[in-house]
Structure formats: C-alpha cells, structure tokens
C-alpha cells in the first residue's frame, strides 16, 4: 500500500510540475510540440531515476558515514551533469533531429531543479532504495503527463482564433495554471 500512495502521490497529487512547480524551463520551453515533449520526457526520465539511484547510494554509503554532508549538493550536481552528458551523447548519435529540436534544454537538464528535487526529496523523506526509484518514477511518469498535456493544449491553441494580445506566451502561461488547478482536484486522493 505505501509504494501505490508513492506512486499515486509522485503522478497525482504532488505532480512536480504542476504542484510543486518544479521544471517549469523545460515544461514551458520544450511544451511547444507534442513529439519534443515526449522526447525530452525520455530523457528526464532516463537521468531522473539515474540519479536518484546514485546519488541515494552516494549519500548512504559516502556522504553520511564520512560526515561530509555539506557536499551533498556539488556531489548530487556532478552527478546529474554526468548523466545529462551521457544522454546528450546517445541522442547526438541515435536521433539528431531530436537533440536538434531540444536544442538547449537538453543540456539544461543538468540544472532542472526537478530532478535535483526528487534526488533531494528521496533523502529527505527517508525512502529506502527501492521506494526512492518508486519515487523517482512516479515523478517521471508526473513529469512526462504534465508536459505532453501541455504541450497537446499548445499545439490545439496554435490552430485557434485566440486575440492577439494573448498568443503565444500569455495563453501558455494561462493555460499552465488551468491545468495547475485541475491537478489540485486530485489533492487528498492519498
């Protein structure tokens, strides 16, 4: 039962987008195509379990015996940097036109506060390995749902009659919080 309320909580209820507001640069500068959405949803997806796994195993077995806590945060940002550069390689060679259309949010990735948060959260809410990557990918999962809705609501804006002073950006924004509260109805589900 505590790994589905994980679950449920990391997609739903504290979606890391849209509650905890976590990952808005790529939400916002990758949502503009449904196929770049659900590409860069890949990668954070790859690098967000990734890390969360090393570096909950670098804060167990390194970190914490030795008393050296205060470089969690350089040790965490190393390792996500060393994951973001694994998928920049892989994609640059697999699918160019995919790192073309991610362009900079790709190495971006590195500092995403999102995935930084979830490494940070799994420590602080004392997961154990198994629940942290539980974790970990009901945030991936959140993230992908966020960002693909998203991006569907954009491209359907783009083939409708909206007033000039609010394409692009401001109808963006308006519908990020639309689709902010809609979320908020799944609050207190677990």
Same mark, same amino acid.
């Given at each position: 039962? /505590?790994?589905?309320?994980?679950? @449920?909580?990391?997609?739903?209820? !504290? !979606?890391?987008?849209?509650?905890?507001? #976590?990952?808005?640069?790529?939400?916002?500068?990758?949502? $503009? $195509?449904?196929?770049?959405? =659900?590409?860069?949803?890949?990668?954070?997806?790859? =690098?967000?379990?990734?890390?969360?796994?090393?570096? %909950?195993? @670098?804060? =167990? %077995? &390194?970190?914490?015996?030795?008393?050296?806590?205060?470089?969690?945060?350089?040790?965490?940002?190393?390792?996500?940097?060393?994951?973001?550069?694994? =998928?920049?390689?892989?994609? $640059? $060679?697999?699918?160019?036109?995919?790192?073309?259309?991610?362009?900079?949010?790709?190495?971006?990735?590195?500092? !995403?506060?999102?995935?930084?948060?979830?490494?940070?959260?799994?420590?602080?809410?004392?997961? !154990?390995?198994? /629940?942290?990557?539980?974790?970990?990918?009901?945030?991936?999962?959140?993230?992908?749902?966020?960002?693909?809705?998203?991006?569907?609501? *954009?491209?359907?804006?783009?083939?409708?009659? &909206?007033?000039?002073?609010? *394409?692009?950006?401001?109808?963006? #924004?308006?519908?990020?919080?639309?689709?902010?509260?809609?979320?908020?109805?799944?609050?207190?589900?677990?």
């Amino acid at each position: 039962m /505590e790994i589905f309320a994980i679950v @449920i909580s990391a997609i739903l209820v !504290n !979606n890391i987008v849209l509650m905890q507001f #976590l990952g808005i640069c790529p939400f916002m500068g990758v949502s $503009k $195509k449904l196929s770049t959405a =659900v590409g860069m949803t890949g990668a954070v997806t790859f =690098v967000m379990v990734l890390a969360t796994i090393v570096t %909950y195993l @670098i804060q =167990v %077995y &390194v970190l914490e015996p030795f008393g050296i806590g205060y470089l969690q945060t350089i040790s965490f940002i190393l390792i996500i940097a060393s994951f973001v550069q694994m =998928v920049e390689i892989v994609l $640059k $060679k697999v699918s160019p036109p995919l790192y073309q259309a991610l362009g900079v949010f790709l190495p971006l990735i590195t500092t !995403n506060c999102a995935i930084m948060g979830v490494a940070l959260l799994t420590i602080q809410n004392d997961y !154990n390995l198994m /629940e942290g990557i539980i974790y970990a990918i009901g945030s991936a999962i959140g993230f992908g749902i966020a960002i693909t809705l998203f991006a569907g609501i *954009r491209e359907h804006l783009d083939l409708l009659d &909206v007033p000039k002073g609010m *394409r692009g950006t401001p109808i963006a #924004l308006v519908s990020a919080g639309i689709l902010a509260m809609a979320f908020m109805g799944f609050s207190g589900l677990v």
